[in-house]
């Protein structure tokens, strides 16, 4: 997939989550695959707890902040950062994508505006896991990040890299 070419996509309007989009979380869940989940939460999720539900929605729109793509009134994809504690300019971030969107060039879009935002909120460094065997979204960030960004640990590829900034790209370990 190359990031630079965006498949035209019909009214997908992206804005930051709100505490009422918990409904429209719940209905796009039910529209995911088993493996979408699982690329997502590294784990084979049945359904949304309680405390998944909450983390969802609730965000202090500094140190864990998310944006929603929106089409036809539902929530078809997510992109979140959460501030690394033990590193204030550093943030693990994820992305998910209904199946449906999928390879529409949706998750470069989202990536990029959350990059954007944590930017501005002095995060410079986005980091995450990804699984060995999820190469589309590996060559999304290579893509965005670089290939130093890629550093391979068995059966996951930790990514730590720093998007349109200036100058080497500065590393991150993990969010502790």
Same mark, same amino acid.
């Given at each position: 997939m190359n990031s630079e070419r965006l498949v035209a996509m019909p009214a997908v309007a992206t804005r930051p989550v709100? /505490?009422?989009? #918990?409904?429209?979380?719940?209905?796009m869940w039910r529209r995911l695959s088993?493996?979408?989940?699982?690329?997502r939460f590294h784990a084979p999720i049945?359904?949304?707890?309680?405390? #998944?539900?909450?983390?969802? &929605?609730?965000?202090? @729109? &500094?140190d864990h902040?998310?944006?929603?793509? &929106?089409?036809?009134?539902?929530?078809?994809?997510?992109?979140?950062? @959460?501030?690394?504690?033990?590193?204030?300019a550093a943030a693990e971030?994820?992305?998910?994508?209904?199946?449906?969107?999928?390879?529409r060039g949706l998750g470069v879009r989202m990536l990029r505006e959350? +990059?954007?935002?944590?930017?501005?909120?002095?995060?410079h460094v986005l980091t995450g896991d990804v699984q060995a065997d999820n190469l589309?979204? #590996?060559e999304l960030v290579q893509s965005l990040l670089g290939p130093a960004a890629l550093d +391979?640990?068995? +059966?996951? &590829? @930790?990514? /730590?890299?720093s998007y349109g900034g200036a100058g080497e790209p500065r590393v991150s370990a993990p969010c502790a």
């Amino acid at each position: 997939m190359n990031s630079e070419r965006l498949v035209a996509m019909p009214a997908v309007a992206t804005r930051p989550v709100r /505490s009422e989009d #918990l409904a429209a979380f719940e209905r796009m869940w039910r529209r995911l695959s088993e493996e979408t989940i699982y690329r997502r939460f590294h784990a084979p999720i049945k359904r949304l707890s309680l405390k #998944l539900r909450r983390y969802l &929605v609730d965000v202090d @729109h &500094v140190d864990h902040d998310a944006l929603v793509a &929106v089409a036809g009134g539902e929530v078809i994809a997510v992109a979140r950062y @959460h501030r690394c504690a033990d590193d204030p300019a550093a943030a693990e971030v994820a992305v998910l994508v209904e199946d449906a969107w999928q390879g529409r060039g949706l998750g470069v879009r989202m990536l990029r505006e959350l +990059a954007s935002l944590a930017s501005r909120r002095g995060i410079h460094v986005l980091t995450g896991d990804v699984q060995a065997d999820n190469l589309p979204m #590996l060559e999304l960030v290579q893509s965005l990040l670089g290939p130093a960004a890629l550093d +391979a640990r068995g +059966a996951l &590829v @930790h990514v /730590s890299g720093s998007y349109g900034g200036a100058g080497e790209p500065r590393v991150s370990a993990p969010c502790a």
